[in-house]
């Protein structure tokens, strides 16, 4: 067992074997298990209300130029609860009210003009299956 053999060399086990040798060898393989368990648990959970598969701009881009809407592409219709636009540095984090309307699953959203600087978007949404999601991106745009 590998995970063993990295215990002992770490040298928090006695060399000597016995019964309480023994545990530290079975940790690992119950970590093992509760790993395999959340990866079949979390694809589910993911699978059953909308999360986010995209957004323009794309989480992580470098803008050259300021994006007029920020435009949001879920994995099933969705309605936007909360939104809202923080630019590094700045005290305030802006709140977009999200427009009320049916659920779709590509919500556009229209922006205010931005300045040159890193920003983070936070949104929440509820699916149609009356669950909320929730996530943060960034996007940055550069100066001109
Ligand atoms: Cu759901």
Sequence with gaps: MQAAALSSAAGTDTPAPGLSYAWPRMFPGIKLALLAACALTVPLAAGAHA??????????????VAPAQLQLDFSET??????????????????????????????????????AGSYLVRWRALSADGHISSGSFGFTLQAK
Excluded: W
């Design 51 to 64: 999360h986010l598969l995209r957004s323009t701009p794309a989480a992580a881009s470098v803008l050259a």
């Design 78 to 115: 969705a309605v936007l609860t909360s939104l809202s636009l923080e630019r590094s540095g700045d005290p305030v984090r802006q709140k977009l009210t999200p427009r009320p309307g049916a659920p779709q699953a590509r919500l556009v959203i229209e922006l205010p003009p931005l300045v």
